[in-house]
């Protein structure tokens, strides 16, 4: 499976945007990147995925950088709910290889202070 | 629409014995994944089935096993218990089995003593 590499932790003031970034060098042309975030004693959440464009929903931004080596989940205003462990991951394409499972890393966590 | 649920919340055993844990999945969901969380660690995939078949098998002892039923949801079973297998167990649904979000539960925290 291709790696990610994201800061173990980071910390955001409440109604400031949050940068979350993930390196992925390794990554193939057909993976999707997806976040993932799990709240304190909840099961994770999905957040949004995206191949090549820049992809928003009502939860937050991805932007993918050109060569695709690396992202970055963007939070436009955090909240104190926001304050969980962030994943990215990397899902392929076919139905081979690991595509039929997400594959977590230690992910981030985001504290987020009132 | 309900979520995935999953039964039981908490479950204490002992070294040795055999535990059954349970998921729906939601409404049309056909595919359901098990996930173990170690205290500090991300998720690790256990098994994937869809169509009540399995579809993925992680790195795990044959003392793992799941099935899925006609309506789709699932059980997972471990058998033999160890004092490492205590941990949080999560389910997750999707409409299929490819490239598609998965919805997790809250999961079912065992824990072996």
């Known amino acids: 499976d291709a790696k990610t590499t994201q800061p173990n932790s980071m910390e955001s003031n409440e109604e400031e945007p949050v940068h979350l970034p993930c390196n992925h060098s390794?990554?193939?042309?057909?993976?999707?990147i997806h976040w993932y975030r799990q709240l304190p004693s909840q099961g994770p959440e999905y957040v949004i995925h995206?191949?090549?464009s820049n992809v928003n929903n009502r939860m937050a931004s991805l932007a993918i950088a050109e060569d695709r080596k690396s992202s970055t989940l963007i939070l436009h205003r955090a909240t104190l709910r926001d304050a969980a462990v962030y994943y990215c991951?990397?899902?392929?394409?076919?139905?081979?290889?690991?595509?039929?499972?997400?594959?977590f890393g230690k992910g981030t966590l985001l504290t987020v202070n009132p | 629409d309900a979520g995935v649920t999953q039964s039981p919340t908490h479950l204490i055993k002992t070294r040795g014995q055999q535990v059954t844990l349970r998921c729906s999945p939601i409404?049309?969901?056909?595919?359901v994944s098990w996930y173990q969380q170690v205290l500090g660690q991300g998720p690790q995939f256990i098994f994937q089935?869809?169509?009540?078949?399995?579809?993925g098998r992680g790195n795990f002892p044959d003392r793992f096993s799941a099935r899925q039923f006609p309506n789709y949801s699932s059980e997972l079973n471990v058998n033999a218990l160890l004092l490492g297998d205590s941990a949080l167990y999560l389910c997750?649904?999707?409409?299929?089995?490819?490239?598609?979000?998965?919805?997790f539960g809250d999961g079912t925290r065992l824990s072996i003593l």
């Open positions: 997750a649904s999707s409409p299929g089995a490819l490239n598609q979000p998965q919805h």
């Open positions: 390794t990554i193939s042309g057909t993976d999707y």
């Open positions: 995206g191949l090549t």
């Open positions: 991951i990397l899902r392929g394409l076919n139905s081979g290889g690991s595509n039929y499972k997400l594959t």
């Open positions: 409404s049309g969901h056909k595919s």
């Open positions: 089935y869809y169509e009540k078949e399995e579809r």
